[in-house]
C-alpha cells in the first residue's frame, strides 16, 4: 500500500483540507511554495500514464478539486503540477496533482 493510500485510509496523520466521494487533497509535508497542496483520487491509480477511458471522469474532478483548494486558500494564481514517472519526480506512486501558489512561479520550472 502507498504512503497516500494510508493517508487516505487514516492509517497515518495528514494535514486534510479537501475531501469528497472522489477526492482527497492535503498539505505536502514538505511545502515548495507558501501553498502546496496535493490532490489524489481515492482509487488507487499509480500514476498519470494509466489513467484510461474510464478514468476520464476521475480527471475532471482532480482538476476541479485543484480550482476548489486554490480557492479556499484564496489564490487567483497558482500552478498545477503532475510528475509522471521516476525521471519526472514521481516517489510516491498513487496519481497526485501539486497546487502550488502564493509565490512568484517561474517557467519553464526546474
Ligand atoms: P512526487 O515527488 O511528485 O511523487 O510528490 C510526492 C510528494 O509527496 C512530495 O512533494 C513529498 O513532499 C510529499 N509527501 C511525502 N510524504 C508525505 C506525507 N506523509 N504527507 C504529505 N506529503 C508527503
Redesign the pocket.
Known amino acids: 500500500m502507498t504512503?497516500f493510500e494510508k493517508?487516505i485510509q487514516r492509517q497515518?496523520p495528514?494535514n486534510i483540507v479537501w475531501e469528497d466521494e472522489d477526492t482527497l487533497a492535503?498539505?505536502?509535508?514538505?511545502p515548495q511554495a507558501p501553498t502546496h497542496i496535493?490532490v489524489v483520487p481515492r482509487k488507487p491509480l499509480p500514476k498519470l500514464a494509466d489513467a484510461t477511458e474510464a478514468d476520464t471522469e476521475l480527471l475532471g474532478r482532480l482538476l476541479l478539486t485543484a480550482n476548489k483548494v486554490a480557492a479556499q486558500e484564496g489564490l487567483s494564481d497558482y500552478r498545477v503540477v503532475v510528475?509522471n514517472g521516476e525521471g519526472a519526480?514521481?516517489?510516491?506512486f498513487h496519481l497526485?496533482l501539486?497546487v502550488l501558489g502564493g509565490r512568484d512561479l517561474r517557467w519553464p520550472p526546474g
Open positions: 504512503l493517508i497515518i495528514a492535503f498539505r505536502d509535508i514538505s496535493l510528475n519526480g514521481q516517489s510516491v497526485h501539486h
